[in-house]
């Protein structure tokens, strides 16, 4: 066994390779993880009309932002292909058009301010609540584009498999938010006191600061000269199509799947103020397991991309496989932690306008919900990592199919019809929940061990210069 590991640690795409480029995309997610923890615990220290609002808007705003964020994710996988094709000249172009998409997503977006008071009228949870979520929607989305185009301009890095920089950008960005964070909401220092717009503005100046960042590190000299990133501005009506034609099913996916977790938040909150805020605990504190292993999910991307620009289908596999065992083991490590620390970990979150006994309520729904949580991360891990190395590979198609009629038919529309039909409560929708992440799971398995997606061609075939 421990000959394996050894053998597995030091081996083209094992774990030491997956440590390398996915390590600091974890440490960069869970960085950002930190930063809405935060957000989250501050908004409920101030208020349970907040923390209550808070998820909701910004789940709404996520279903729109990572549409796009999918898209122009998307062009990591590109520069990943074209990087293991040795076709560096095609790199800076890739960015460019991605930087292009982000900026027509960005009106798109700002616009949906518009619609923020009649949406959130009609989804009808109480006149307090319903003000901070137009509040705090509002805010995000006109300030979203900052987000897509450093998300843009970050990919440069990621598709290298050179992801220190991400880390670095996101740490400070992090390390500037927080404080501001808490300097808003409570109006600390020349500040005044916003409470939740408070979290929002500084959510934006975090993405804008990022913005900065990357644009400082990738438009240098020496990338110019190996990669084209300042010469390649052009739109290129070819290339933006063919980023499209992956990209866009990738979005949709990312649109679904964030859709159906909305419908899901958006049910719990007609239950009450109590149910929607221990979910919305529950649902901050699984993001410290979840969003680092979208590092994991990134990661398998890139050195799926990698291995099939260099048409090497058995180093893609070895490397689904390495990230796997990575995720399983962060996953299973938190998943416990959920069972033997509830009350440790919800009691960040106590609201200073609520009595003890109230709150101990609230933390009594927690306990059972992050044992549901400790249950369903292990098979959202599965399902992550093997539809991560499956766009890799250019197998967008299928997880969009997958993901789009798994959340609708299997979260979405069941979740609706069993509350308002057959009046469901808490436990028997959270449930619902488990059953859709395990139906994921068991797609994305498999069609991974199909090997279909070992046929698929992003690139044009000639591509490999090694």
Partial sequence: MLSRLKKRWSEPFGYRDVLNIGLPLVVSLGSTTAMEFTDRVFLSNYSLISIAAALPAA????????????????????????????????????????????????????????????????????????????????????????????????????????????MVVNIIAVVINIPLDYMLINGVWIFPEMGIAGAALATVSSWAMQLVMYALLVFKPKNETVYNVISSWRFDKALFGQMMRYGVPSGVNNFFDVFAFTVFVMVIGRLGETELAASNIVLSINSLAFLPVIGLHIAASILVGQAM???????????????????????????????????????????????????????????????????????????????????????????????????????????????????????????????????????????????KWKEIQLIESEATSC
């Fill in 309 to 451: 620009g260099r048409h090497d289908v058995e180093q893609a596999t070895v490397a689904t496989h390495s990230v796997l065992h990575m995720a399983l083991l962060w996953m299973g490590t938190f998943g416990a932690i959920f069972l033997l620390f509830p009350y440790q970990l919800t009691s960040f979150f106590k609201p200073a306008d609520i009595s003890a006994e109230q709150f101990f309520l609230i933390q009594s729904m927690c306990q059972v919900l992050l044992a549901y949580v400790a249950f369903f991360c292990i098979q959202d891990a599965i399902a992550l990592i093997f539809f991560g190395a499956l766009k890799g590979a250019g197998d967008t198609m299928y997880v969009m199919w997958t993901i789009a009629l798994c959340a609708t038919f299997g979260l979405g529309v069941p979740i609706f019809i069993s509350r308002f039909v057959f009046d469901a409560g808490l436990h028997t929708l959270w449930v619902m929940l488990i059953v859709y992440v395990c139906i994921l799971a068991l797609a994305a398995y498999t069609r991974f061990r199909s090997g």
């Fill in 59 to 166: 789940m709404v705003n996520l279903v729109f932002l990572l549409f796009a964020l999918g898209i122009s994710a998307y062009s990591s996988v590109f520069i990943a292909q074209y990087y293991g094709a040795c076709k560096y000249d095609k790199i800076g172009s890739i960015v460019w058009q991605a930087i292009y998409f982000c900026c027509f997503a960005w009106v798109f977006l700002a616009a949906l301010a518009l619609l923020a008071e009649p949406f959130f009228t009609f989804i009808g949870h109480g006149p307090e609540v319903q003000k901070e979520e137009i509040i705090y929607f509002s805010i995000l989305t006109i300030g979203s584009g900052f987000a897509l185009i450093a998300n843009a301009i970050g990919c440069f890095f990621t598709g290298l498999g050179q992801t220190r920089p991400n």
